[in-house]
């Protein structure tokens, strides 16, 4: 952004000085006032952003001034420069609108810093601006980015409309929400925003143990393992100058939420068997169903770090002339997919349960009736369907199950259903491919 700066003060030495020191530190759109009967004047022809004001002035009071600028250009930042020390003028001053107060003389490096500062606010500030407009107005520059999400609602086009305007930016971002409510679709839209050419790598973390986490994350480096005869990359490595998702992070332990922000903080990483940093040029992408912010087992410091910005991603419930729409869009997917009956309407009491959100709470779960309805070929969708399918795969067992037991036993029927697909089991199941394989893992054992 351009950065242009208003010195106004009657001592002429001050001036020269000052637009000295402020050319010397690589600000060079710099003029300079000693009759500030002119400051509108200026401020209006170059384009003012910033104004230094002294106080006592021959032919006009400098809170007189100020007063003038804050009601006539409420965007200008002012910072008052002056010799006089009195806390009273201080206080009057900044309550009417000046940024800083700074007192004669003023040391170099501190007029310097006060004002970096002040042009960091502004850039902020007119950042948050734009976001705001771009916002609460939902307008939407590229809605190919999201065209694979259906939707009519107003607040998934504000999302997107926020979206626009971070996606390039190099910070983290989280997207919260329920499961199954549409997160790794939004994952998706932020790489179409920035391009199809650079690297997106999906990892799902929810339920990966330290050594699993590290592993691949960070690669190994040859001779770190006894069969590792050369390097391993890992995903970050994959990720290099791309997008490095982390779906499901919620559960992370404590040293491997370290490391994750370690590698935030410093842009690096060690490889596993190296004391060596690898730099690393990615933006991270993390989701979680849960709520991180309020949970004592995350770190604090890194929740901060990922939720620069942060989407919550609304259920269903939040948007309901969503469903309309999905409800279609689900029945002319399921019906070209199965070799059965086609779905030919809708019941009305299924209709008013999806609606007043008695069945559903998301996307998936709305998904999966519909794919279950088709599988089924039931031609009308109707009140008892859900439970007939529920029904038809109901757990029995001889005596009172463990909470393992019955886990293993529901993993085992939804494989069966799913005719030994595991990752479509662990998606009708609404838990992650690593999860439903460690549950196994465990039954075997």
């Known amino acids: 952004m351009k950065k242009s700066i208003l010195l106004i003060d009657d001592e002429g030495s001050f001036l020269d000085s000052a637009r000295l020191i402020l050319w010397s530190a690589g600000y060079e759109s710099i003029h300079i006032l000693s009759d500030a009967n002119k400051v509108l004047e200026y401020i209006e022809k170059y384009n003012i952003d910033l104004v230094t004001l002294d106080l006592t002035m021959p032919t006009i009071d400098g ?17 008052i420069v002056s010799g006089v020390m009195e806390s009273s003028a201080i206080v009057e001053c900044m309550n009417k609108g000046a940024r800083d107060y700074l007192t004669k003389p003023i040391d170099d490096e501190r007029l310097v810093t006060t004002i970096n500062n002040a042009f960091d606010s502004i850039k902020i500030k007119k950042e948050n601006r734009e976001i705001k407009a771009r916002f609460f107005e939902a307008k939407v520059a590229n809605p190919s980015a999201f065209s694979h999400v259906i939707t009519q609602s107003p607040i998934m086009r504000q999302i997107f409309a926020y979206l626009e ?12 929400g329920e499961m199954g409510v549409g997160k790794s679709l939004i994952a998706q839209a932020i790489k179409n925003l920035e391009g ?8 799902n973390v929810d339920g990966m143990n330290e050594e699993e986490f590290c592993d691949t994350l960070f690669g190994n480096q040859k001779g770190n393992l006894t069969d590792n005869l050369s390097d391993k990359k890992g995903k970050i490595a994959e990720a290099e100058n791309g997008i490095l998702f982390l779906d499901e992070i919620g559960r992370l332990s404590q040293e491997s939420q370290r490391k994750l922000l370690h590698l935030i903080q410093e842009n690096g990483y060690y490889p596993r068997g190296s004391n060596q940093i690898k730099k690393s040029n990615v933006k991270i992408i993390a989701t979680t169903n849960k709520d991180i912010e309020n949970d004592f087992n995350f770190r604090k410091d890194l929740y901060y770090r990922l939720s620069i910005h942060a989407i919550c991603v609304p259920n269903l419930n939040s948007r309901l002339e969503d469903i309309p729409l999905l409800v279609a869009h689900f029945i002319n997917k ?10 030919k309407k809708i019941s009305l009491r299924l209709k008013q349960q999806v609606l007043s959100g008695e069945i559903m709470g998301n996307v998936r ?10 599988y089924a070929g039931i031609t009308v969708l109707n009140l008892m369907e859900k439970n007939h399918i529920a029904n038809q795969y109901s757990l029995k067992f001889e005596n009172f199950p463990t909470m393992d037991e019955i886990k293993f036993k529901a993993i085992q029927q939804a494989i069966e259903y799913c005719n030994n697909n595991k990752t479509f ?4 199941m609404n838990i992650s491919k690593q999860t439903l394989f460690n549950i196994l893992a465990k039954n075997k054992s």
């Open 425 to 428: 089991a662990a998606k009708k």
């Open 63 to 79: 809170r007189v001034v100020l007063d003038k600028i804050v009601s006539t250009f409420p965007e200008v930042t002012v910072i």
């Open 165 to 176: 305007l971070v996606s390039s930016s190099p910070l983290p971002i989280l997207l919260t």
């Open 334 to 343: 399921f019906n070209r997919e199965f070799t059965v009956k086609e779905i």
């Open 365 to 374: 779960e709305l998904e999966s009736l519909i794919a279950n309805i088709s």
């Open 196 to 203: 199809q050419t650079n690297p997106f790598i999906y990892i």
